[in-house]
RNA sequence: GGUGGGAUAUCCAAGUGGCUAAAGGAAGCAGACUGUAAAUCUGUCGGGUUUCACCCUUCAAGCGUUCGAAUCGCUUUCCCACCA
């Protein structure tokens, strides 16, 4: 595969396609922008597409820009939004932000990986340079922008600053005269913006590369934060491994694809497998890549211990039952309110009508079931709940 | 500045004096079926207790009218549109 080839695949969009064909033919080093918002303290798997994406330009050997976006943060990207953002606090930014580095770095060389922020510029800004920056786009071409019209066309509010933001974004290329410029499919107008800015600067424009939006978990949405439906980076090995066995098949191709760069002609030969062993696997690659190969090997044999061989996990957390009531004999319903792994015990009434909860593999229903556990007492609650009762 | 509209539980959204812890969706959770997939069906879905019952808190906030308010009145806060 040709380093184009390699830089296409998987793209949503490539803007100037001869530009970097021209441009990775050079053999000059490429500086390539990715900027991220530091508005959660998490990145997840939808952060990790784009991330793969500048991890090839790295590995080709061009110079991979991380741009945090901790000034643009306290205006908040409008993109894919119906609605603006919540603002974040200076404080919150700067926590974000560090986790953010560290959490890029499992993907990304930290060696060859230039971190930089937009503060660094934005904050010594003059308003005057801002008003001529605003100067360089019309109302009209924001409206243009899917978001932008239909939260107009819908009597949802749009404040003037989010207008600033793709500008803000735009002029980050510029300082960086980034050659190349990464993004969520989501990013496409304001990756075309620095463009323009560009040109107007008389830079060359930077080659835009969108890539597809991941879906969650629920396999409707797109991965967010804010829908619930992500595996992050920071997820435990199990909850890693979990998330992803939860998937849809169709999502499970998806990810196959964004996450582990499978080719169309790999994914084809996959398919001919059973699909819960494919998504065994797609877990177990994935959890590597974060656990290591040890862990995740790990979580596949306690998956299939307690799903396929309806057995209990090795490490499930026990109380004493002495110490949750005072007594070494209580009722079932107060026991489990008392380790606190409930929402409420209206929760663990309800559980117990439904027939969820199990002790010892016993189904048991009644709320004041005497507890005594002389000898320890397995329980389980659903399908992911498991605790251990002792004396 | 003027006029009109709005704020309901995780989200969307009904509800204009008692039968309302609040219709209907969606999400979530549980059960059945399964491959912890999808689809489907069923139940559940504010909290507490001595749980087939009782009690408490909730419909932006405060005050008031009333035997009784998410529903009526006043004040406040926030939001939106239209006209300037």
């Not at 439906?229 to 694809?257: C, H, L, W």
Request: some cysteine.
């Amino acid at each position: 595969m040709t380093p184009l080839e390699q830089i296409c695949q998987g793209a949503d969009t490539v803007v100037g396609r001869d530009a970097l064909a021209e441009k990775l033919s050079s053999g000059r080093q490429l500086t390539v922008k990715l900027g991220v918002d530091p508005t959660r303290p998490d990145l997840h798997f939808g952060h990790l597409v784009v991330l793969n994406k500048l991890k090839q330009f790295q590995d080709l050997g061009h110079k991979a820009i991380l741009l945090i976006g901790d000034y643009t943060t306290t205006i908040g990207d409008p993109s894919g939004r119906s609605a603006e953002r919540p603002m974040l606090s200076k404080a919150q930014i700067e926590e974000n932000y560090g986790t953010y580095v560290e959490q890029a770095f499992k993907v990304l060389d930290p060696q060859k990986t230039v971190v930089c922020r937009n503060g660094e510029w934005f904050e010594n800004m003059s308003f005057a340079d801002a008003i001529l920056l605003a100067r360089q786009m019309t109302v009209a071409q924001m409206l243009e922008r899917d978001d932008f019209s239909n939260r107009y066309g819908n009597n949802t509010p749009i404040s003037i600053v989010e207008f600033l933001y793709p500008l803000l974004q735009g002029y980050d290329s510029i300082v960086l005269n980034a050659d190349v410029e990464l993004g969520g499919r989501d990013q496409l107008f304001n990756l075309l913006v620095g463009r323009a800015l560009q040109k107007n600067a008389g830079q060359d424009e930077q080659v835009v590369i969108t890539m597809p939006l991941l879906v969650g978990t629920d396999g409707a949405k797109k991965m967010s934060k804010s829908y619930g439906n992500y595996i992050a980076f920071n997820d435990s090995a199990k909850e890693i491994f979990g998330k992803v066995m939860s998937i849809s098949d169709e999502t499970m191709v998806e990810y196959y694809r964004f996450l582990l760069l499978q080719s169309d002609d790999e994914i084809a030969q996959l398919r001919k497998m059973h699909p819960m062993e494919c998504k065994k696997q797609l877990a177990t690659k994935l959890c590597a890549r974060f656990h290591g190969q040890r862990a995740a090997e790990h979580e596949r044999e306690q998956f299939e211990k307690v799903f396929s061989k309806n057995d209990i996990p090795d490490d499930i957390p026990s109380f004493s039952v002495r110490q949750l009531t005072g007594s070494n004999g209580a009722q079932l319903a107060n026991v489990l309110a008392a380790t606190g792994l409930f929402q409420s015990k209206r929760e663990i009434y309800r559980l117990l009508e439904q027939g969820a909860i199990k002790l010892d593999g016993e189904k048991i229903s009644d709320a004041s079931h005497a507890v005594n556990a002389s000898t320890p007492i397995v329980v389980q609650a659903g399908k992911r709940i498991f605790l251990r009762l002792l004396e």
